[in-house]
Each structure stands twice: as structure tokens, then as C-alpha cells.
């Protein structure tokens, strides 16, 4: 049983456990999903952001880059540029000319090189750093250029060493024939500061992936992808890049939009530059994001423990409801069971008292006809008697006067039943208690007398005023009496006493003797018609039945029991007619 118990009580644990467990596997799935969730349609907002912003950068940058693309051409064709090509004594001139270009269009260098790369005039002439006397036939745009197409190029300046964007123009002369080239210098510094005053990261690459620009300029000539030796020989024999190492940068694509970039998590848009082989990278760190994630999936925990709580609440307030209920239940049960015991041992209460009173209205039937039968010749016996004595002299022991006695023997027997066969006297009227305490005490004095019995009588007078039948009820004092004469029979010296009380606003009339006591008997037995314990033609046991039975029409209660040093006590509980003050009686 015991092991039983144990055993249910261990697979109970185990399957909460394996609930709890379920439960947080699924809050820990249900988080991660929404984590993901959210992450993603952040991202996607941000990747929608980042294409605008992507979108504008590649605008200024081709702005920026075509703003002057048309400058070389249109100087190429002043006559003073091919003045120049010619003419070594017109250079200054052109120096000058070019130097007022330059400023007025914001261009870093303008300048003019023969077809063999060689620098013959330029607007940074009277710089410390300028070009001329510099040859720059390893450019492509001169090449390019001199083979009489546009050309456009990206570097580190050779001689500057600062980075532009180079546009270089074939010049030809009046029959057409190119004589030289002139080239522009644009420098991208302002673009690259605003980019970094912005805080956005953008990077511009070639299509050797290396950074050409960037918002950072520390970025500047790395590469996102590893550059074979081979194409870094070229670069270099180009010097497009300087002296610059061209590392690669901490740069690993994840997938179409995610990028590793120095060590942290980034999305990205790339755009292509139209006017040239670049690409714009505009990329965000995840930070945010995982931030904004983060803080649904909290927001996604405490909406979860609010209902939670909402729930534990509403379950223990059911909880407290139910057991309430149950508990009031219980007390109505508790009450309902009090009040059918109470009904229970009324309906056996009325049951006995039934039993007895149609013990009693037998025993009236009884008691009527024998009165009725005995009646008749008892009186004729007396006049017999007494016809017999008139003619005699009267003689104590004569057969005449102890028939007579005889006669009045059996005349108190009939009396004693003709209580029971007469109906009740329904008239009742106030009587004094002490007067009937008196009444029944003169009615036993001779008895008392003459079996020295000592009597005390404690009735004040005047007593304590009851509704009812005086006659009847001195009958009841006379017979509690007559029954404490007899137990004090055999008694040295006996002793009776008489009295009455006022105990909680009732009348308590007391009859105790020190006699030979009840001997167990109770009081419900006592009052049982013809129990007796006196020898037969002494009493029939019907004293106490009747004293009971008066009792009760006072709407009173008979009670008996023994006392403590030997003898009985019997109490009459009746209520006085008006409610007396307890002090009265003192
Ligand atoms: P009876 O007096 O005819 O015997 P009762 O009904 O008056 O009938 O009394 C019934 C019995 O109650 C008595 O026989 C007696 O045994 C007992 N009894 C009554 N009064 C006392 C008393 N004061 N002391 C002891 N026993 C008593």
C-alpha cells in the first residue's frame, strides 16, 4: 500500500518534471521564433533603408565624378592648349590659362602632356609639388586618351601622392591629329568627409574588390577579396595604388545581404557606380537589430509572465471560491445533520411521552371502572358499618371499627385512582407557594410527630405567586412528603426539610431527606406508574406518576437525586406567575 503510494507519487514527480520540462522547451522555441521573426522583419525594413541610403551615396559619388567629366574636353579644344603642345614659349601662358580653369571649376590639377606622357604645362605650376616635367604615360587614361578615347581612371597621385579621380582628353591639332593629352584631377576628399561625418559606413570597389573610397578612411586601399600576385604585379606597374600594401580587409560575405566585417555582424545593399567599374557597399551593423529583436522577445517573456500571474491569480481565486463553497457545504451539512438529531431526539421524546400518556389513558380507563365498580359496595360496607355501631358500645378493637379502618384503607386506594379516570380541572388560578408548602406540611405534621422526624420548613411568606390548581398542587407537596416519611423509616434520626428558592427566574420548590436514598433509580423511572418499593397495601406506586403528571399541567419539571452524605433530594421546577427579582426571596 504504502510502497504503492510512493511509487504513484515518484511517476506523479517525474511526469510534472517532464511537463515543466516540454513547457520551457516550448517557451524557449516559442522565443526563438519570434526572436527570429522579429529579427527578420527588422532586417528587412533596414535592408529597404539601406537601399536608399545606398541610392543616394552612389548619387553624390557619380555627381561628384561627372560634375567636371566634360572640363577636358572643352579645354582641349583652346587653341592656347595646342599653342602650348607646339610652342614651348607659350607654355607659361597656358600654365596661367589652365591655373584660371582650374580654379574656377574647383578642379584639384588641369594639365597638358605630350604624346610622350611627358607634363608640358599645368594649373599647379607655381605649386612646390606640380606636375610638369612629370611623365605619366603609365596611366591608362593617358593611353587611353592618347589613342583617342576618353579615359578615366582612379590612383594615387604619383606625384602629389594624394588620391583623385583622373579624366584624360586626346588634343589634337587643326587637321585632326593628336598632338598630346590634356587630363583633370578631380580629388574626392570633401565627398569623404561628409561620408564620415555622417557615421553611415559606405565603401566604393573596383572590380579588384579594392576600396577606392570609403567613409573610413583607414579602409582606404584594402581589399575585400585577396588579390592574386599576378594582377598586384599590374596594379603595381601601374601605380595606381601608390606604395599602398593592399591588405585584405576583415571582410566575409555570408550571404547575399550579411557580412562579417570586423568581427561583428553586418547587412548590406550593394549598388553599381554607373560612370564607372565600382560598387557602392552601403552596410549597417546587426546590433540594432539583435538590440530591437531582443527587446520583442522581452517584451514577447513579460507579456507571457503577465498572463502567467493572470492566470495562477484566477486560478487560485477559483480555487479560493471553490473551497468556500465546499466549506459552506460542509457547514450547511453540519447544520442540517445538528438540526435532524435535534428533530430525532424530539420525535423520541414525543414517541416516549406518547407511549406514556396512552399508558396513562389506559390506565384512567382502568382506574374508572374499578373506582366505579369498587365505589358501590365500599359505601354500602360503610353503612353496614355504621348501622352496626350505632346499636353498640364503641370498642377500639371491635371487628366493627377495624372494618372501618379497613374500609378507609381501601376508600384512599380508590381515591389515588380516581385521579387518573377524572379529566383535568382546567381552572386555574394564582396561588402563594409558601401557603401551599404550609397546607401540605399541616396535612403530614401528625405523621412527623408521631415518628419524631425532625421538619424544617423554609417558606417565606408571602411566597412567590403561581398560576394554577392549589388543591392539586399541595397533593404533589404532600405526596414528595409522605415518600421522604417513608425513607427516613429506619433512619436515626431523621430528617426532612421543605422549602423553595428562586433559581434563574424559576421557583424551585425542594423536598430532602436523609433517608435511605435512590439506590440508583432515576427520576424517568421513579415516575413509572406502580413502581414501588413499599410492601403491598402501603402504596401502589403511583404518587410519583401522579405528582409528575400535576407537575407538568404548571408547565413545570420533577426532578430527583441523591445527596451527597445519603438521603434524596426532590426538586419541582415551576415558573411564577409574574418574573421575580431573585433578591425578593432573601
Ligand atoms: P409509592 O410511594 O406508592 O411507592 P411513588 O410513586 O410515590 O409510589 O414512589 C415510587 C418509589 O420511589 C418509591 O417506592 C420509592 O422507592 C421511591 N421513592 C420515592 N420517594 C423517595 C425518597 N424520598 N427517598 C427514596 N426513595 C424514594
Known amino acids: 500500500m504504502f510502497a504503492a503510494g510512493t511509487t504513484s507519487s515518484l511517476q506523479y514527480q517525474r511526469r510534472r518534471l517532464a511537463a515543466v520540462l516540454i513547457a520551457i522547451f516550448l517557451l524557449a522555441v516559442s522565443f526563438l521564433v519570434i526572436y527570429a521573426a522579429a529579427f527578420s522583419t527588422f532586417k528587412a525594413s533596414e535592408l529597404e533603408r539601406a537601399e536608399g541610403r545606398a541610392e543616394f551615396y552612389r548619387t553624390t559619388l557619380e555627381s561628384a565624378l561627372d560634375r567636371l567629366e566634360h572640363l577636358p574636353f572643352i579645354v582641349g579644344q583652346d587653341p592656347a592648349v595646342v599653342r602650348g603642345l607646339t610652342d614651348p614659349d607659350s607654355r607659361d601662358a597656358l600654365n596661367r590659362r589652365l591655373a584660371d580653369f582650374a580654379s574656377r571649376a574647383n578642379a584639384e590639377?588641369?594639365?597638358?602632356?605630350?604624346?610622350?606622357?611627358?607634363?608640358?604645362?599645368?594649373?599647379?605650376?607655381?605649386?612646390?609639388?606640380?606636375?610638369?616635367?612629370?611623365?605619366?604615360?603609365?596611366?591608362?587614361?593617358?593611353?587611353t586618351a592618347k589613342s583617342g578615347q576618353r579615359g578615366k581612371f582612379f590612383?594615387?597621385?604619383?606625384?602629389?601622392?594624394?588620391?583623385?579621380?583622373?579624366?584624360?582628353?586626346?588634343?589634337?591639332n587643326l587637321a585632326g591629329k593628336i598632338i598630346g593629352v590634356i587630363a583633370l584631377k578631380i580629388e574626392l576628399d570633401e565627398l569623404v568627409a561628409a561620408w564620415q561625418a555622417s557615421g553611415e559606413k559606405i565603401l566604393i570597389t573596383n572590380l579588384d574588390t579594392i576600396i577606392v573610397l570609403a567613409s573610413q578612411p583607414d579602409w582606404h586601399y584594402r581589399t575585400l577579396l585577396p588579390i592574386s600576385e599576378e594582377r598586384l604585379l599590374d596594379i603595381r606597374n601601374m601605380r595606381q595604388?601608390?606604395?599602398?600594401?593592399?591588405?585584405?580587409?576583415?571582410?566575409?560575405?555570408?550571404?547575399?545581404?550579411?557580412?562579417?566585417?570586423?568581427?561583428?555582424?553586418?547587412?548590406g545593399v550593394r549598388v553599381p557606380v554607373k560612370s564607372q567599374p565600382w560598387q557602392l557597399h552601403f552596410i549597417v551593423s546587426t546590433a540594432g537589430l539583435q538590440e530591437r529583436a531582443l527587446f520583442v522577445v522581452f517584451l514577447a517573456a513579460i507579456s507571457v509572465a503577465l498572463l502567467a500571474i493572470l492566470f495562477i491569480f484566477w486560478r487560485s481565486e477559483r480555487l479560493r471560491?471553490?473551497?468556500?463553497?465546499?466549506?459552506?457545504?460542509?457547514?450547511?451539512?453540519?447544520?442540517?445533520?445538528?438540526?435532524?438529531?435535534?428533530?430525532?431526539?424530539?420525535?423520541?421524546?414525543?414517541q416516549k411521552e406518547l407511549e406514556k400518556s396512552s399508558r396513562m389513558a389506559a390506565l384512567g380507563q382502568l382506574a374508572a371502572s374499578v373506582t366505579h365498580e369498587l365505589g358501590q359496595p365500599l359505601s354500602a360496607m360503610r353503612n353496614y358499618i355504621a348501622i352496626e355501631e350505632m346499636g353498640a358500645t364503641q370498642k377500639p378493637d371491635s371487628l366493627a371499627t377495624r372494618l372501618?379502618?379497613?374500609?378507609?384503607?381501601?376508600?384512599?386506594?380508590?381515591?389515588?385512582?380516581?385521579?387518573?379516570?377524572?379529566?383535568k380541572q382546567?381552572?386555574?388560578?394564582?396561588?402563594?407557594?409558601?401557603?401551599?408548602?404550609?397546607?401540605?406540611?399541616?396535612?403530614?405534621?401528625?405523621?412527623?410527630q408521631a415518628k419524631e422526624i425532625e421538619l424544617q420548613v423554609k417558606a417565606p411568606s408571602p411566597g412567590a405567586q403561581i398560576l394554577g390548581n392549589s388543591a392539586r398542587f399541595e397533593q404533589v407537596l404532600v405526596n414528595l412528603?409522605?415518600?421522604?416519611?417513608?425513607a427516613v423509616d429506619n433512619v436515626d434520626a431523621p430528617r426532612i426539610e421543605i422549602g423553595w428558592t428562586l433559581e434563574l427566574g424559576q421557583v424551585?420548590?425542594?423536598?430532602?431527606?436523609?433517608?435511605?436514598?435512590?439506590?440508583?433509580?432515576?427520576?424517568?423511572?421513579?415516575?413509572?406508574?406502580?413502581?414501588?418499593?413499599?410492601?403491598?397495601?402501603?402504596?401502589?406506586?403511583?404518587?410519583?406518576?401522579?405528582?409528575?403528571?400535576?407537575?407538568?399541567?404548571?408547565?413545570?419539571?420533577l426532578f430527583a437525586e441523591d445527596n451527597d452524605h445519603g438521603g434524596a433530594t426532590f426538586t419541582v421546577l415551576v415558573p411564577p406567575l409574574t418574573p421575580l427579582d431573585e433578591e425578593s426571596t432573601e
Do not use: C
Request: charged share 25%.
Open 241 to 267: 595604388f601608390g606604395q599602398e600594401a593592399l591588405q585584405p580587409l576583415d571582410w566575409t560575405r555570408l550571404d547575399d545581404d550579411e557580412i562579417d566585417f570586423a568581427g561583428e555582424r553586418h547587412i
Open 508 to 557: 424551585v420548590i425542594f423536598v430532602a431527606d436523609n433517608g435511605h436514598g435512590l439506590k440508583g433509580q432515576q427520576i424517568e423511572d421513579l415516575q413509572e406508574p406502580f413502581r414501588t418499593d413499599k410492601p403491598s397495601g402501603e402504596g401502589m406506586g403511583l404518587g410519583l406518576a401522579i405528582s409528575a403528571s400535576i407537575v407538568k399541567e404548571h408547565a413545570g419539571e
Open 109 to 143: 590639377a588641369l594639365y597638358v602632356m605630350d604624346l610622350t606622357g611627358l607634363t608640358v604645362a599645368a594649373s599647379n605650376y607655381a605649386e612646390p609639388v606640380n606636375f610638369i616635367g612629370e611623365n605619366y604615360s603609365f596611366r591608362p587614361y593617358f593611353q
Open 404 to 423: 372501618s379502618s379497613l374500609v378507609r384503607r381501601m376508600e384512599n386506594i380508590t381515591r389515588d385512582l380516581r385521579f387518573f379516570s377524572q379529566p
Open 321 to 350: 471560491r471553490a473551497l468556500h463553497a465546499s466549506h459552506q457545504d460542509r457547514q450547511r451539512l453540519l447544520r442540517e445533520i445538528e438540526e435532524r438529531k435535534a428533530t430525532e431526539k424530539a420525535l423520541a421524546k414525543t
Open 481 to 486: 412528603l409522605r415518600n421522604a416519611i417513608s
Open 155 to 172: 590612383a594615387i597621385g604619383a606625384t602629389t601622392k594624394r588620391p583623385g579621380f583622373f579624366v584624360a582628353e586626346p588634343v589634337r
Open 426 to 448: 382546567d381552572q386555574q388560578s394564582p396561588f402563594d407557594i409558601s401557603r401551599a408548602i404550609d397546607n401540605a406540611v399541616g396535612l403530614v405534621r401528625h405523621d412527623v
